[in-house]
């Protein structure tokens, strides 16, 4: 028999990793995680997991045995954005993204001869605030902070291209209960005191975490993928609308409107990326064959809540 292919994962504590991680496995993958922590990496991740400690602030390459016999590598690095972006936060934000990415890239060049493909993070953010337009991937990026550091963090991985194959995921705001965007919004909700950001109008590229783990699992075992792809459901929404959905879904109004200005004062800068509009479009994942389980909102929020899928509109996924 075959001996498994071995995955590389950075970011495999975080909260997509950990989602990622036990499904490389169930698909006969064997997984191994460059971590800043072993200790804490041990207590979150499976214990198959082979641990390799690389503090990418102080060492330069992650270590060389991590790659031995390794076929393909996935990069979900990343420190957290949603906090008041200081001159610090900025420069950590771009650090532990492009320059983890480049070192990444450089420890496969050294020593990951056997790697096929690196399936690297992005972001919808790569096309900056679109407005009403519609965000393919040919579109050009954006000139605001966070579509520069996509855009960077995106050239750091095709460096590793042609000899291996290199695949960007520009991923949606990924819906998951227990970390990120609806796991800060539900206790909100649930308080009664749901409502939107700004206008409400901007539109909102949300994806089932379960989606993001299937492309990147496409995307791995997909000979033929290539470049950037974006990974937001079929069924966009304006914010406004996902958050009158997910008040339905709990039973709880949706009344409030938090003003941009409030944002920038709470915020800062990081308030015009919390209200920016991206009509982001999966076109490239569709047109090659992805299949999304969760295309629909009402469908995707009513698996992730628990609660019973029980149709509100006959508005059409797209
Ligand atoms: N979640 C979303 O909605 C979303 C949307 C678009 C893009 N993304 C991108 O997708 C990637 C994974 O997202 P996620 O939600 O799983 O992120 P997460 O939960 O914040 O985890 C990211 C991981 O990155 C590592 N990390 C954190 N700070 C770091 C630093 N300063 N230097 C080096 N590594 C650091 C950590 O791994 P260790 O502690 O084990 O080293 C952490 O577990 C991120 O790059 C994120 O920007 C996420």
Redesign the pocket.
């Known amino acids: 028999m075959a001996e498994a292919r071995r995955i590389v994962v950075t970011?495999?504590?975080?909260?997509?990793?950990q989602r990622l991680v036990p499904e490389l496995q169930r698909r006969g993958f064997r997984v191994r995680a460059l971590?800043?922590?072993v200790e804490r990496?041990a207590r979150v991740l499976p214990p198959q997991v082979e641990l390799f400690a690389w503090e990418?602030?102080r060492e330069e390459l992650p270590p060389a045995e991590a790659f031995a016999q390794v076929w393909g590598v996935c990069n979900?690095?990343?420190?957290?954005?949603s906090r008041r972006w200081t001159p610090a936060v900025k420069a950590?934000i771009v650090a532990?993204?492009v320059e983890?990415t480049r070192r990444l890239v450089r420890a496969l060049q050294q020593w990951g001869q056997t790697v096929q493909v690196l399936v690297s993070?992005s972001?919808v953010g790569y096309y900056g605030d679109c407005g009403e337009e519609l965000c393919r991937e040919e579109r050009p990026p954006g000139k605001d902070f966070l579509a520069k550091v996509c855009q960077e963090w995106e050239a750091a991985a095709q460096e590793a291209a042609p000899r291996v194959r290199v695949v960007c995921l520009r991923?949606g705001?990924?819906l998951d209960p227990r970390?990120?965007?609806l796991a800060q919004l539900l206790p909100v909700m649930r308080s009664f005191l749901g409502g939107t950001l700004g206008s409400g109008q901007q539109w909102f590229p949300w994806v089932h975490w379960a989606d993001v783990v299937a492309a990147f699992a496409w995307a791995l075992e997909t000979p033929t993928a290539s470049g950037a792809y974006n990974v937001a459901a079929p069924g966009i929404v304006r914010f406004r609308e996902f958050c009158r959905e997910l008040a339905r879904l709990l039973g709880r109004p949706c009344w409030l409107r938090v003003p941009v200005w409030a944002l920038r004062l709470r915020y800062g800068e990081l308030a015009d990326a919390l209200v920016a509009s991206q009509r982001a479009e999966p076109f490239r994942l569709r047109a090659e064959g992805f299949q999304f389980a969760y295309a629909r909102l009402e469908e995707a929020l009513g698996e992730l809540l628990g609660t019973k899928f029980v149709r509100a509109s006959s508005q059409s996924a797209g």
């Open positions: 970011g495999a504590t975080g909260s997509i990793g971590v800043r922590s990496a990418p602030g979900l690095a990343g420190a957290p954005i950590q532990s993204r983890l993070t972001a991923l705001v990924v970390a990120g965007a």
